[in-house]
Antibody
């Protein structure tokens, strides 16, 4: 059974940092692109970041560029999102998602990040 | 970046109704359009990929069509369990991958 388990969310003050982790299982992690997608309370979905299967290609949404860093460790079957200089509008449920190119049939249940101002 | 305009933002329909949601891309994205269903409190679930292909296990009352800039998502006969928010998402070429604003579907 495929599972993606996110962790690392919590309450942080504006300007602070958090590191999210996603630990997939049930599929060959090293063969899959990984993404972070977030959803602010009561709002829609927003793609945040992408990392290729090897880690050689990385992309960010403009809203997080320069503040967030995605990485992965294929030996540990994990993908990470380092979030620095957090702002109130980063408050959201953060999902990791994977599957085909741009089409995500694997999703975690999300980890909640709350940034207090 | 490619912008996705989804309409309507909310929709109320009766059980058995045919429901249609549209999504327009700001530039040609060929067939690279997905539709997701998000039930409240749950993660999104991929229903349609490549504009018209039904994901495995998804009921056949769901369908998608379109190419280029204009796309349509249809539920042929609305069921009570279809109450959710539906999102289109483009994945043309490289990221950023953008979502539409979502359509909240309610039972009348």
């Amino acid at each position: 059974e495929v599972q993606l388990v996110e962790s690392g969310g919590g309450l942080v003050q504006a300007g602070g940092s958090l590191r999210l982790s996603c630990a997939p299982s049930g599929f060959t992690f090293s063969s899959y692109e990984m993404n972070w997608v977030r959803q602010a309370p009561g709002k829609g979905l927003e793609w945040v970041s992408y990392i290729s299967s090897s880690g050689s290609s990385i992309y960010y949404a403009d809203s997080v560029k320069g503040r967030f860093t995605i990485s992965r460790d294929n030996a540990k079957n994990s993908v990470y999102l380092q979030m620095n200089s957090l702002r109130a509008d980063d408050t959201a449920l953060y999902y990791c998602a994977s599957g085909g190119r741009g089409s995500w049939y694997y999703w975690g249940q999300g980890t909640l990040v709350t940034v207090s101002s | 970046d490619i912008q996705m305009t989804q309409s309507p933002s909310s929709l109320s329909a009766s059980v058995g109704d045919r429901v249609t949601i549209t999504c327009q891309a700001s530039q040609d994205i060929s067939k690279y359009l997905n539709w997701y269903q998000q039930i409240p409190g749950k993660a999104p679930n991929l229903l349609i990929y490549d504009a018209s292909n039904l994901e495995t296990g998804v009921p056949s009352r769901f369908s998608g069509s379109g190419s280029g800039t204009d796309f349509t998502f249809t539920i042929s006969s609305l069921q009570p369990e279809d109450i959710a928010t539906y999102y289109c998402q483009q994945y043309d070429n490289l990221p950023p991958y953008t979502f539409g604003q979502g359509t909240k579907l309610e039972i009348k």
